[in-house]
């Protein structure tokens, strides 16, 4: 009917922008960052190679790499007002993400650019997580690449190449993803003219939810309660028959297997090779092959196939990381896809303003509220 309204909950189907940052096809399955297959940039860039690639449009030359690393590496001190906060946030026990809300906060202090935001983060959960153990945070190192010295920067120790690349894997394949909730709200906030720290920080507060970012750490706690393969099939059963979520499995957009999920699962089984215990990768692959059947069988109109939640999950508990730590390692990532769309929405320059349909009542009258 002409002039019928449509409204899409939750803004389903509708196309807001043009983007050359990322694209995702939920049917096919395919992910594609700047022009390149997920695997194959993942697997191949540094994380400072993916971020330049956004922000610029192409890889850096070898000379405009070099200075980008050297100017990213200026900017992981933190600012004299941070660590105090900081130190507060540990004591009262806020959540990592919270914390990390709070750090970004105080970029403002010494910058408003990009480079120091990216800088900045890995320093911030670093010294949380160290300060939330009870542990003084350590010093970032200049001479150390992005990814090598978050970890180094969490235990002491100068990474081997073998956690760098499982790293930087895992940063690289979750940089960015189409226009999912937290690069919306980063979108939104800087199509009013506002600052790059406060769309982060915006966007941070988006990914915190459970229904985005947030959720990683319960489809390990999964394979952990299953325990030995012959259990799952008697746990997972049950847990569907109770009517419970199987987490790591299913996806708003894809319809097929998540990429991504083939890329960590690359990088969690290289991990666990080269530490000499596959005993836990090869539980998980248990796990997903018997929830995957179940799934078919319980659901079979849902098409639930595996996220990039599982082997998310995997991966970072390989490289050592306490579930604590999981969402904030994935803004940490997603922060220079998030700057890429800042920089793309300011290119715009178009105020994101949708309309909504009005359903409340009408014609009340002030004095019959008596």
Known sequence: MTGEKIVSKGLEGVVAASTRLSHVDGEAGELVIAGFPVGELAANATFEETTWLLWHGELPTPGELKGFRA????????????????????RAKVDSMDALRIGLGTVSL?????????????????????????????????????AANYLYMLTGEVPNPERVRGLETYLNTVVDHGFNASTFTCRVIISTGSDLVSAVVGAVGALKGPLHGGAPGPALQTVFEIGDASRAEEVLRGKLEKGERLMGFGHRVYK???PRADVLARAAEQLYQRSGDMKLYSLARSVEQTAIRLLAEYKPDRRLQTNVEFYTALLLHGLGFDVPLFTPTFAIARISGWIAHAFEQRAENRLIRPKSEYIGPRDRRWGSRL
């Open 71 to 90: 100017e990213l590496a200026e900017h992981r001190e933190l600012p004299a007002a941070t660590l105090p906060l900081l130190r507060e946030c540990a």
């Open 110 to 146: 010494v910058s408003s650019e990009a480079i120091a935001i990216v800088g900045l983060a890995p320093t911030i959960v670093a010294a949380y997580a160290r300060l939330a153990a009870g542990e003084d945070p350590i010093e970032p190192r200049a001479d150390l690449g992005h």
């Open 256 to 258: 097929v297997r998540d």
